[in-house]
């Protein structure tokens, strides 16, 4: 019988595209974002509950959220919550637990996640993942799962295949970062093109191959903590591991430079979560197409999204497309579709005090 996978599931981001309701304290992964009544967070714990057991979960986050990732996972082994001390993008947090389940493990197969997804059709989720555990036998193999577009999306990134009906992964011809309306028309008509979740599968003996042959300044790093993975000595290693690596993405420094990645093709309700525009596409509307989480009186009001403490009574007149949220100490009001403007949201509001942000 094959052994049960591992899940890395990566939880360290801030969520800048959802302030003011994600903040550097709390962000968006470990809030009830869809009224679940389970974080995002926990809603990708719980979907990988179907794949493997409790102790195979590990959870990267930054070392300020070890409490939260605690708190709402308690099931968790602590050693299995990996506090990154510095963010380092997601090849360093791969990198990171990668070696260290080699050093438990050196048979391991691993998927790596976002926390912070939705999938609606869990079912043909949990097909997809079989059939990537599966085509991630061969070795050397990098799996990553595309998502069927239905729309020219410019907010996500996009993966070319090289069309083969006879197997089910898909030799991987290029990535796109996040393109232009025009050139993601293209890429819908081509037929050739699925958007990147981000999501992954291996062995984990690839992923440190990979590791090795493309960013071989990164391995050596993580190599060195073979003796002080699952130790006490554990987290001062860290500390001078991720002193030592820059900033960089799986995607950049790995994925795009191998040929051995392959794609899984997957249908099955999946969105990144990315901003308020999209979780607007997601929630129920009223007849002009507005999402009201408030006690509000709209008026002339549509394709807006309306999130406010239900104590206050909140009257709109004549807005279209416009976001108004306020979290905490914070009122926010803007095009619904600025979310390339919410990073100098961030920046200024900081500058007014950390208590904004």
């Given amino acids: 019988m094959q052994e049960k996978p591992y899940i890395v599931i990566m939880a360290g981001g801030i969520g800048s595209r959802f302030w003011p309701y994600s903040r550097n304290n709390k962000p968006k992964q470990f809030l009830d974002i869809l009224g679940t009544g389970r974080t995002l ?39 299995n919550i990996l506090k990154e001390p510095q963010r380092r993008d997601t090849a360093n947090c791969i990198a990171y637990a990668s070696y260290k389940i080699l050093q ?3 048979d391991a197969k691993v998927i790596v996640t976002p926390s912070d997804h939705l999938i609606l059709n869990e079912i043909n989720f949990i097909q997809n993942i079989e059939k990537s555990l599966f085509s991630s036998e061969i070795t050397d193999r990098l799996i990553t799962i595309g998502i069927h577009p239905n729309r020219p999306e410019t907010g996500y990134g ?5 069309i083969d ?13 996040k393109p232009n309306l025009k050139l993601a028309k293209t890429f819908l008509e081509s037929g050739d093109f699925v958007w990147n979740s981000g999501m992954f599968v291996w062995k984990v003996q690839s992923i440190i191959k990979a590791f090795e042959r493309y960013m071989p300044e990164v391995a050596e790093v993580f190599e060195e903590g073979a003796s002080f993975y699952n130790t006490d000595k554990e987290n001062d290693f860290v500390i001078r591991a991720y002193s030592q690596v820059k900033n ?6 790995v994925m795009e430079k191998s040929d051995e990645v392959f794609v899984i093709l997957g249908d099955f309700g999946w969105s990144d979560l990315g901003s308020w525009m999209s979780l ?50 914070v009122l926010l009001i803007c095009k619904l579709d600025a979310e390339k403007k919410f990073r100098e949201f961030v920046i200024d509001a900081k500058a007014k005090g950390e208590d904004y942000v």
């Fill in 158 to 162: 996009y993966i070319q295949y090289f």
């Fill in 165 to 177: 009906d006879t197997e089910a992964a898909k030799k991987v011809k290029t990535f796109t970062e």
């Fill in 280 to 329: 607007h596409e997601l929630q129920k509307k009223d007849q002009e197409n507005n999402v009201v989480d408030a006690n509000a009186l709209l008026y002339d009001t549509k394709n807006c999204f309306v999130k406010v403490s239900p104590n206050k009574l909140v009257v709109i007149q004549g807005l279209e497309n416009y976001l108004v949220n306020e979290s905490e100490n």
């Fill in 248 to 253: 960089i993405s799986i995607d950049f420094g």
């Fill in 104 to 106: 438990k493990d050196a």
């Fill in 41 to 79: 967070l926990q809603m990708t714990y719980d979907r990988f509950l179907n794949v493997t057991d409790v102790d195979r979960f590990l959870v990267v986050t930054n070392k300020q959220y070890f409490d939260l990732v605690k708190e709402q996972l308690p099931d968790i082994p602590e050693t």
